[in-house]
Structures are given as structure tokens and as C-alpha cells.
């Protein structure tokens, strides 16, 4: 069983991987691209089950967890106040150190695991109301439409028509 923590950054994310006796099998960083998010899939994945990897991320939402969830392993996420709590743990409170942060998120999470429950892929229906929302916040930005009548579709095949007042 492997417990990796991935310490979120929008440039590169910090990524500690220890094994079920706390032992550390990686401490490195990715970039936040398709080759450093390559890199983190394989990290995750190499010559492991995927079912028994736990996977620690402070997002709740976010494109990085929904790779992580699409990967198949257990993925947690950690208010941003457990993972400050985690910190605090094991250093001087407001020392802020990213390899820190991920190596406790990851120990936290080998110690506590069966104490929290993995996050769930979203449904379908929960990706299309996403793209829905998506697009009627891209509407309502942009104000009313110039045209008397255009459409947007969307990825899954729907029409949103808008008429000018």
C-alpha cells in the first residue's frame, strides 16, 4: 500500500509518496503540464495496484483531482485547515515549506486513512450541469447576445439558443 500526498501549486506540485510504514519511497515535483501530470500518473501507478494507493490533495475541486480520480486510485481531499493541522504536527507553526506540507499530508494520511472516506468520480449528469453552469456563466459575462438568435453546443450534444430583446 502506498499513501502520496500532492501539495497543489498552479506552476509544479510538490509530491511525497511513502509506503505503510511511513518509509519514504519519493519526494520530487511535477510540473503542472501534461508531461509533469504524465509523470505524476506514473509515480501513482508504476508497478503498484492502483487500488491500494491513497492519494492526499488540499483541493476540493480541480482539474488535477479529476485526473487523480479518473487514475482509480483513493483520493482524499483534506480541508485547507486539516492539511495547516497536518503541518503542525510535525513543525513550528506558520513554517511554511511545500515538501514539508505534502510529506505530512501523505503521513497524515497513512496514519488516518481508515478514519476518512475517498472521494467520488462526479456522475455524468454532474459533468453536463458543470458544463451547463460553465456556459451560462460565460452568457451572463458577456453580456446579452448581439445576434437575434446563435447557439452554443456544448460537449454533450445540447443546444443553448439566446435571442436578442
Known amino acids: ?6 501539495d497543489w501549486s498552479e506552476e509544479r506540485h510538490r509530491v511525497t509518496l511513502v509506503d505503510s510504514q511511513g518509509v519514504v519511497l519519493e519526494r520530487t515535483s511535477v510540473a503542472h503540464d501534461q508531461s509533469g501530470l504524465a509523470r505524476l500518473d506514473c509515480l501513482l501507478t508504476h508497478g503498484r495496484e492502483v487500488a491500494n494507493g491513497h492519494v492526499a490533495i488540499e483541493l476540493h475541486e480541480s482539474l488535477l483531482l479529476d485526473r487523480l480520480l479518473r487514475l482509480g486510485v ?3 481531499g483534506l480541508n485547507p485547515e486539516w492539511a495547516e493541522r497536518t503541518r503542525e504536527r510535525f513543525t513550528s507553526a506558520g513554517l511554511k515549506d511545500d515538501e514539508r506540507d505534502a510529506w505530512s499530508m501523505a503521513e497524515f494520511l497513512r496514519t488516518s486513512h481508515i478514519h476518512l472516506r475517498p472521494l467520488r468520480a462526479d456522475s455524468d449528469a454532474t459533468l453536463a450541469l458543470r458544463e451547463w453552469v ?5 452568457l451572463s459575462r458577456n453580456g446579452p447576445c448581439r445576434s437575434s438568435a446563435y447557439a452554443i453546443t456544448s460537449c454533450v450534444g445540447v443546444h443553448i439558443c439566446c435571442r436578442a430583446q
Open 74 to 76: 483513493n483520493v482524499y
Open 1 to 6: 500500500m502506498i499513501f502520496a500526498a500532492v
Open 134 to 138: 460553465g456556459l451560462r456563466e460565460n
